[in-house]
Structures are given as structure tokens and as C-alpha cells.
């Protein structure tokens, strides 16, 4: 069974501050691990790294894959309060393209 | 566009009652999918349809049922329902397959008494 688990469950920083959001996994025949950000709606897509993209950027923030690590770190930089949001972390199996595993988030809430 | 519509956004039920929450999108995607999100829990597919005509369960099918006779609609049905389908639901599509851009549904906060 895919499995993929989040942490911290919970964060709290003061704007400006840099965070970290780790996403671990284990799959079999991974293919793509995904970031979204949900504020008090639906999710929105933030990132998706494979193989052959194991970084991606896009203003303050930015996402690696480890895959000999089986994780995935997204970092905010110079956070803001507009950056307060529960991030989900998902990842796709090889032969399962219709599926993703998600995990529980990280609700990140930044003050001001 | 619309995008992704999900009608309605709030309903209360009560338990063995039975009734559909719509889903329908308009930016001509084949993958089509239902999620449900309970405190802490993330999002857990139900089930998820990959064109007209074509559906197939996901991680927590039971008690609901789904059809696509449209590249557009693609409603849950909840057979009769019980407390622990007590959730917020989201309905989702994309181009071709679920790690394509997800575009999600406002959400549907159903209760079951």
C-alpha cells in the first residue's frame, strides 16, 4: 500500500521567517510527487516533481526530490501571512496514472 | 470558464437517506475524480473516472456509487448514507490523468445525522 506522511502536522512562524515542509513516501514504482496548497477552499497545485525534475522554483518557493531518500522538502522563504494554509503533499505510482496518494498536510499558519 | 462547479455547497442528511452531489466542469477534461477530505485526514479518493463511460473505485469506494455519461458530469451518489460519511467532498478534473494540473470544486460540506 502507498504510503506518504507529512511533517509537522502543525507550524506557526512569524512573517519573514523560511520554513520547511518535509513529505516522505514510500510507493512502488514511483513516478511524481506533487505539492498543493489549500487555504479554507479547495486545493491549488503548487508543484510536481518526477525524475526528470527534481527542483522546482517559483518566487519564494521552491521544492526538491530526494529519490534515493524517498522524500520531498518545500520551502518558503520570507513567508507571509498570505502564505497561512494547509500544504498537501501527493505522489503518483508508475502503472497507477489515475491515482494519488495523499498525505495528511502540514497546516502552516503564519502570524503577523 | 466555470471550471470545475459542485452543487451543492452545503447539505445536511439524515441517516439511510439517500442523494447525489453534482459535479460538472467545462474545460472538456477526460479525468474526472472524487475526494473527501475529514479533519486531518488529507484527501482520499472515492472514485475517479478516466473518460465517457469509464469509472473505477479508489482508495474508499464503499457506500458510493458514481456514473459518466458525459465528459462533463460527473455525479456521487451516496447510497444511504451514514455518519462517517460525514465530510467535505471535492470533485477534481484534469487533461488526461490525476498528476496532470487538478483543478478542484469548491467543495460540497455534507452532515449526516
Known amino acids: 500500500e502507498d504510503k506518504v506522511v507529512q511533517s509537522p502536522l502543525s507550524l506557526v512562524v512569524h512573517e519573514g521567517d523560511t520554513v520547511t515542509l518535509n513529505c516522505s513516501y514510500e510507493?512502488?514504482?514511483?513516478?511524481?510527487l506533487l505539492w498543493y496548497k489549500q487555504e479554507k477552499k479547495a486545493p491549488t497545485f503548487l508543484f510536481m516533481l518526477?525524475?526528470?525534475?527534481i527542483e522546482k522554483k517559483s518566487g519564494r518557493l521552491s521544492s526538491i526530490l530526494d529519490k534515493k531518500e524517498l522524500f520531498s522538502i518545500l520551502n518558503i522563504t520570507a513567508t507571509q501571512t498570505g502564505d497561512s494554509a494547509v500544504y498537501l503533499c501527493?505522489?503518483?505510482?508508475?502503472?497507477?496514472?489515475?491515482?494519488?496518494?495523499f498525505g495528511k498536510g502540514t497546516l502552516l499558519t503564519v502570524n503577523p | 470558464n466555470a471550471g470545475v462547479t459542485q452543487t451543492p455547497k452545503f447539505q445536511v442528511l439524515k441517516t439511510g437517506q439517500s442523494m447525489t452531489l453534482q459535479c460538472a466542469q467545462d474545460?472538456?477534461?477526460?479525468?474526472m475524480s472524487w475526494y473527501r477530505q475529514d479533519p486531518g485526514m488529507g484527501l482520499r479518493l472515492i472514485h475517479y473516472?478516466?473518460?465517457?463511460?469509464?469509472?473505477d473505485q479508489g482508495e474508499v469506494p464503499n457506500g458510493y456509487n458514481v456514473s459518466r455519461s458525459t465528459t462533463e458530469d460527473f455525479p456521487l451518489r451516496l447510497l444511504s448514507a451514514a455518519p462517517s460519511q460525514t465530510s467535505v467532498y471535492f470533485c477534481?478534473?484534469?487533461?488526461?490523468?490525476?498528476?496532470?494540473?487538478?483543478?478542484f470544486g469548491p467543495g460540497t460540506r455534507l452532515t449526516v445525522l
Open positions: 477534481a478534473s484534469s487533461y488526461g490523468r490525476a498528476s496532470d494540473t487538478q483543478y
Open positions: 510507493v512502488t514504482n514511483f513516478r511524481s
Open positions: 518526477t525524475s526528470s525534475g
Open positions: 501527493a505522489v503518483e505510482a508508475a502503472g497507477s496514472n489515475y491515482k494519488l496518494t
Open positions: 474545460m472538456n477534461h477526460e479525468y
Open positions: 473516472s478516466v473518460g465517457a463511460g469509464i469509472t
